[in-house]
């Protein structure tokens, strides 16, 4: 997905510096931003933001719907170009048309894994099907290392089993969690599951202590290392945990999206689709959009006109870095 904003921000974001930890968990809010155009469906973004920029090496979070597409068109996002992340898509309900600039053409369906790497650089389009009548998931970023930041593109689908842990079934993406490993290969550690939480129930799961986490709620009450969490709300715990307890506290099955990872400890600068090392990276990546380069490729099938990189803002950039926890 893109990164739709007239001016996005332009950012310097480097991980905090990371001690001794409590379980202590963060709610991070999240804000709404409309995907294109007067009719456009809305997504609410948890990451980046002020409170923090980065949970492990989880970059970017959007969770969308359920949007019903007879009133906003659905998801229509034009041929736009990527560096230096890999894109996670996951849906709970719908179907998005995906193709890129390999020549990748492929179907996001609920419950199936589609990661795109996007290297030194990628384009791709996003339109939501003729069968889909509600729209509704998750659109995710990963920052790539800096050993990995040039590496080629690449595109993966999986689809994971969903297993039973006490009062959860937990369908694991990326990474490991419960006893079950994704085989999609990530550049740092990281976990990526979809839970789905039975009525009233708590649901203890064993994780790595060297990963910090974050849990979106899509709905539902969740209360996580005891802390509740609402729809749409993000929750953050970091380093130091060998266990994480969450709680439904509805009388209806809960939803949540678990990410986590080791802290990302390099500093990156994202702005609009891009993530590189510095300014000049930007700069050039942006160019060689504007100059419809080989770098970004071509995105062939889609009707219409690629996305248009905004102006670059007259800004320096200044070190972001996420708060020290104590």
Same mark, same amino acid.
């Given at each position: 997905m893109s990164n739709v904003e007239k001016d996005p921000t332009e950012l310097?974001?480097?991980? %905090?510096?990371?001690?001794?930890?409590?379980?202590?968990?963060?709610?991070?809010?999240? $804000?709404?931003? /409309?995907?294109?155009?007067? &009719?456009?469906?809305? @997504?609410?973004?948890?990451? /980046?933001? $002020?409170?923090?920029? *980065?949970?492990?090496?989880?970059?970017?979070?959007d969770h969308y719907?359920?949007?019903?597409?007879?009133?906003?068109?659905?998801?229509?996002v034009a041929p736009h170009p990527h560096t230096g992340l890999q894109t996670v898509s996951w849906l709970f309900s719908?179907?998005?048309?995906?193709?890129?600039?390999?020549g990748s053409h492929a179907l996001v369906r609920p419950g199936e894994?589609?990661?795109?790497? %996007?290297?030194?650089?990628?384009?791709? %389009?996003?339109?939501?099907? !003729?069968?889909?009548?509600?729209?509704?998931g998750v659109q995710l970023w990963v920052a790539l290392p800096e050993e990995h930041r040039h590496t080629g593109r690449d595109f993966r689908h999986y689809v994971p089993r969903p297993i039973r842990v006490g009062g959860a079934e937990v369908s694991v993406f990326l990474g490991s969690l419960a006893g079950d490993t994704s085989p999609v290969r990530t550049f740092t550690p990281l976990l990526g599951a979809e839970? @789905?939480?039975? /009525? &009233?129930? !708590?649901?203890?799961?064993?994780?790595?202590?060297?990963?910090?986490?974050?849990?979106? @709620?899509?709905?539902?009450?969740?209360?996580?290392?005891? +802390?509740? *969490?609402? /729809?749409?709300?993000?929750?953050?715990?970091? +380093?130091?945990?060998?266990?994480l307890t969450l709680t439904n506290e509805t009388d209806t099955a809960a939803r949540a999206v678990l990410l986590g990872g080791t802290p990302f400890e390099e500093q990156i600068v994202m702005w609009w689709n891009f993530i590189g090392r510095s300014h000049e990276d930007i700069v050039e990546a942006r160019e060689a959009w504007q100059n419809a380069s080989d770098r970004l490729g071509r995105v062939d099938g889609y009707d219409g006109d690629r996305l248009p990189a905004p102006a670059l803002p007259n800004a320096t950039i200044t070190p972001r870095k996420n708060p020290t926890r104590h």
């Amino acid at each position: 997905m893109s990164n739709v904003e007239k001016d996005p921000t332009e950012l310097r974001c480097a991980a %905090s510096d990371h001690g001794e930890q409590v379980a202590q968990v963060d709610v991070l809010s999240a $804000r709404d931003v /409309p995907l294109g155009g007067p &009719r456009a469906m809305t @997504v609410r973004r948890t990451l /980046p933001q $002020r409170a923090r920029t *980065l949970i492990g090496a989880w970059c970017f979070v959007d969770h969308y719907g359920p949007d019903d597409v007879a009133g906003t068109g659905g998801m229509d996002v034009a041929p736009h170009p990527h560096t230096g992340l890999q894109t996670v898509s996951w849906l709970f309900s719908g179907e998005i048309e995906h193709r890129d600039s390999m020549g990748s053409h492929a179907l996001v369906r609920p419950g199936e894994l589609n990661l795109m790497t %996007s290297g030194y650089g990628i384009s791709h %389009s996003e339109v939501s099907t !003729t069968r889909t009548t509600i729209l509704h998931g998750v659109q995710l970023w990963v920052a790539l290392p800096e050993e990995h930041r040039h590496t080629g593109r690449d595109f993966r689908h999986y689809v994971p089993r969903p297993i039973r842990v006490g009062g959860a079934e937990v369908s694991v993406f990326l990474g490991s969690l419960a006893g079950d490993t994704s085989p999609v290969r990530t550049f740092t550690p990281l976990l990526g599951a979809e839970l @789905v939480l039975e /009525p &009233r129930s !708590t649901t203890t799961l064993e994780t790595d202590p060297g990963f910090e986490h974050g849990l979106l @709620v899509d709905h539902g009450d969740v209360r996580m290392a005891g +802390t509740l *969490l609402h /729809p749409a709300e993000l929750g953050y715990l970091g +380093t130091g945990n060998t266990t994480l307890t969450l709680t439904n506290e509805t009388d209806t099955a809960a939803r949540a999206v678990l990410l986590g990872g080791t802290p990302f400890e390099e500093q990156i600068v994202m702005w609009w689709n891009f993530i590189g090392r510095s300014h000049e990276d930007i700069v050039e990546a942006r160019e060689a959009w504007q100059n419809a380069s080989d770098r970004l490729g071509r995105v062939d099938g889609y009707d219409g006109d690629r996305l248009p990189a905004p102006a670059l803002p007259n800004a320096t950039i200044t070190p972001r870095k996420n708060p020290t926890r104590h």
